[in-house]
């Protein structure tokens, strides 16, 4: 039987004044927070944007407002397919979305909005661990993970992890470790939640 083609998943919310970037926002205002975030977006579309001649699926799963202007130009010209995120929580949210596709026997990669470092090369490298792998992470700076992956239905993978926390990473390896997942960690990555991590960004990316 042939293999359905690998999947890589852009998690990210939708453009709302006041519910994107909060943590940016203390500094910054919401207003400035709201066009940070969908700078961050759209940089990661363009950073993802090759994956379409590697022989991946691309999706956009967005927190609800899907029928915004600006995320059905995203999906248009990321010609990806839209989907609403579903759960409680990120954790849930996550598993749904992997379970989507993994219960198919398809490699799947969830990669998170305002993660700039990850680019089309970083998430191939983590399909490819899925290969010898059920789980891939890609640890993130502050103790979490800004990518994560499954090549197998892993339902346990995020119970008890305390999000927002710099506890995820290790909680969830633990979790993985006590279920029997094998895990492959890829270099680690940066996320932008702050105005110093704002300033990195486009020192890096925009200078």
């Known amino acids: 039987m ?102 198919m026997d398809r490699r799947a990669v969830l990669v998170g909005s305002d993660v700039p470092v990850i680019d089309a090369e970083f998430a191939w490298q983590a399909l490819e661990a899925l290969r010898r792998s059920d789980v891939v992470l890609a640890p993130s700076e502050d103790g979490g993970y800004g990518l994560v992956g499954a090549s197998r239905l892993v339902p346990r993978l995020f119970d008890g992890v305390e999000w927002g926390t710099g506890r995820v990473l290790e909680q969830t390896l633990a979790q993985a470790d006590h279920h029997g997942y094998s895990v492959t960690l890829l270099d680690p990555v940066w996320d932008v939640d702050t105005l110093a991590d704002w300033q990195r960004f486009e020192a890096q990316f925009r200078s």
């Open 2 to 103: 042939t293999q359905l083609s690998p999947v890589v998943m852009l998690f990210a919310k939708a453009p709302v004044l006041g519910a994107v970037k909060q943590r940016l926002a203390v500094d910054v205002g919401d207003h400035w927070a709201l066009q940070a975030h969908q700078t961050l977006v759209e940089h990661a579309l363009a950073q993802l944007d090759r994956l379409q001649t590697m022989g991946c699926v691309r999706e956009l799963w967005l927190t609800g407002h899907l029928d915004l202007p600006i995320i059905r130009s995203w999906a248009r010209s990321w010609q990806a397919r839209m989907r609403e995120q579903v759960g409680v929580d990120l954790g849930a949210s996550m598993r749904h979305a992997l379970h989507t596709h993994v219960r």
